[in-house]
């Protein structure tokens, strides 16, 4: 009869465990809907953008058609503007009106007249971007800086069906501007590339020379083993504290040029090189010994057995460990705050000794701004960090599992 | 222990088989210690060229440790010191000018657990000729391990998917491919540590087969837990107990008039 009652409590005992187990997944899925779920809510505005189609008449006063690129487009394009609404007059109407209109509304038109300056003197159409604030409110979102007078300018305009809202890649294509309806991530996501491409390439070769050394070579004594603790240890630091050092010996140091991603991607590699250390270390040392033995037998030098069949065969597992480590780097924000890479930089860096923000550190300062339409920027860059985060560990994992495959 | 315990009875004295063949290997006075335990005492022996040789005895005895001090193996484990004279060819293996290298491709070893590299069943065989240059060029190389795998008996069966991984095969194939592994350096000796105690019967009848066909180009080393292997695969048996080497002699003598108390009773299986 006991007997039987401890088999129905150990039943019991495992129900339970899995129920915890299934609820715990459900909460952790939950959590992650929710997640993704706001950020793309949130991003989408900054996937479109409305512009109005507006007739403007190119006057030959204003812009000289031997040297087109010093035409007063601002003046032309405000004046056609301000030509849609016959009833403001006054100076300082006029110049509310044109607080509606995007700083840089001007450039579609500058760039149409540049590529055929044979419209000079005629009558052309192009179109008009708005200001952030009033972008934000013909998608029908919540815009405090805009007064009555500013909605109902946008409602007539609206009523004229001259407003065409569409998708836009400029978020992609432009680097960081102080308008949000300019500011891009194209800066700040080739300055990620650049900064991990500098990581793997300082961290991996170390790292994995290091984790080999150690592993294969090295005598085992006190200096080793102390040598191990500081490793370990030094995977736990906090990042910042990297960041110090990187200030102190980069730039301090070697002189090197600030807010780059050559600086970056140096500090994240002494970031992560602990931890590739450490997985290089647990993916040789779990290649089995009898390989080894078996090259050695047929009179491979230690050298050869090593290079031979234990570093490929560790391959894999160095691999995870040295992705679990580049996600990290490609996440981290506090150390490049120390060495610059917080500066707002408007161009598109085109090497690693560019100045250069990262994708993590765009979302911080974008966070900070007050301008409402930030906001979706904000949420945006946080998409595109972690869809490059996903490419990431996708290529990761193909790699890994094409490398496993030769048995 | 006195050092009289230390001595090796020789079944006859000396046996037949060692006064036929030339010595290829001689070990006098070895001492094998890890750390500061003691493996080995005090051991002395002549091994035969041309015939095989079984160590045979309980599990600790020191059989293991000794046949991986004549390849010198035992490098690999920091602690374990070798003290005494082991000649092959009577060169010192020890000496301090003698390339390690260079001794493992003349010492061939196959393991206890078959141990093939997770590569292919052709590059299993070419990698020793490979980082020996034993090869001129590719149709070198393909007659390297063509031969060695009809060596190791294994070529009828393999010869369609050499290309095919060599952890694919089944446990005897797997032995036998790292037997023509080891044959492909045109060893002059081969080791072998228990070759048959991960494999089916079937499969250990075919590797002693393939012992008793190529005994006559090399000098064969086996460590064996298989008393009816001994007798059935060897010419010489040399009995091991507590790391001592009690007992050494023509194998067909050895284990119908064994003269050490010992040897009686582990052959008999009263121990061991």
Known sequence: ?407 | MNDMSFKTLQTPSPPKIITERPAKITAENVDVFYGEKRAIHNLSLTIPDRAVSAFIGPSGCGKSTFLRTINRMNDTIPSCRVTGDIKVDREDIYARELDVVELRARIGMVFQKPNPFPKSIFENVAYGPRIHGLSKDKTDMERIVTESLKKAGLWEEVKDRLQQPGTGLSGGQQQRLCIARAIAVNPEVILMDEPCSALDPIATARIEELIHEIKENFCIIIVTHSMQQAARVSDLTAFFHLGVLVEVGDTDVIFTTPQDKRTQDYITGRFG
């Open chain 1, 1 to 407: 009869m006991t007997k039987t009652i401890s088999t129905a409590q150990r039943y019991s005992s495992e129900r339970r465990f899995k129920a915890l187990g299934l609820a715990a997944i459900l909460i952790t899925a939950a959590f992650l809907a929710f997640l993704l779920t706001d950020i793309v809510g949130k991003a989408i505005p900054a996937f479109t953008t409305n512009a109005a189609t507006l007739k403007v008449t190119v006057d030959p006063t204003l812009v000289d058609a031997a040297n087109p690129k010093a035409g007063d487009y601002q003046g032309l394009l405000k004046k056609a503007w301000q030509a849609q609404f016959p009833a403001v007059t006054s100076r300082g109407d006029k110049k509310k009106l044109n607080g509606l209109i995007s700083a840089r509304a001007a450039d579609a038109l500058q760039d149409a007249v540049e590529a055929d300056p044979s419209v000079i003197g005629k009558e052309i159409t192009v179109p008009l971007a708005f200001s952030s604030e009033a972008d934000l409110y013909l998608k029908g979102l919540r815009s405090d800086t805009l007064d009555e007078r500013d909605v109902a300018w946008l409602e007539e305009l609206k009523a004229k069906g001259v407003i065409t809202s569409g998708f836009t890649t400029s978020f992609f294509t432009n680097g960081d501007s102080r308008e949000p309806e300019n500011a891009g991530i194209r800066g700040a996501l080739i300055g990620s590339i650049f900064t991990i491409l500098v990581t793997l390439a300082v961290s991996l070769p170390l790292g994995v020379a290091a984790a080999l050394y150690l592993e294969e070579f090295a005598p085992k004594n006190r200096i080793t083993d102390l040598i191990e603790v500081n490793i370990n240890n030094l995977a736990a630091v906090p990042s910042i504290i990297f960041g110090l050092l990187g200030l102190a010996v980069f730039l301090n140091g070697f002189g090197l040029p600030r807010s780059t991603a050559l600086v970056g991607g140096l500090v994240l590699a002494l970031l992560v090189l602990p931890t590739i250390i450490i997985a290089s270390r647990a993916a040789i040392r779990s290649v089995p010994p009898s390989i080894k033995e078996a090259a050695l037998g047929v009179g491979a030098s230690h050298q050869q057995a090593v290079f031979h069949h234990v570093l490929p065969l560790a391959f894999p597992g160095i691999l995870t460990g040295t992705i679990l480590g580049v996600s990290r780097a490609l996440g981290e924000t506090a150390p490049l705050l120390m060495i610059g890479m917080i500066a707002f930089i408007a161009d598109v860096p085109g090497g690693i000794t560019d100045s250069a923000t990262v994708l993590p550190v765009q979302v911080f300062l974008w966070s900070d701004l007050p301008e409402e339409a930030f906001k979706a920027r904000t949420a945006a860059a946080i998409l595109v960090l972690l869809a490059l985060l996903f490419c990431i560990n996708a290529l990761a994992i193909y790699m890994r599992n094409k490398f496993e495959r030769r048995w």
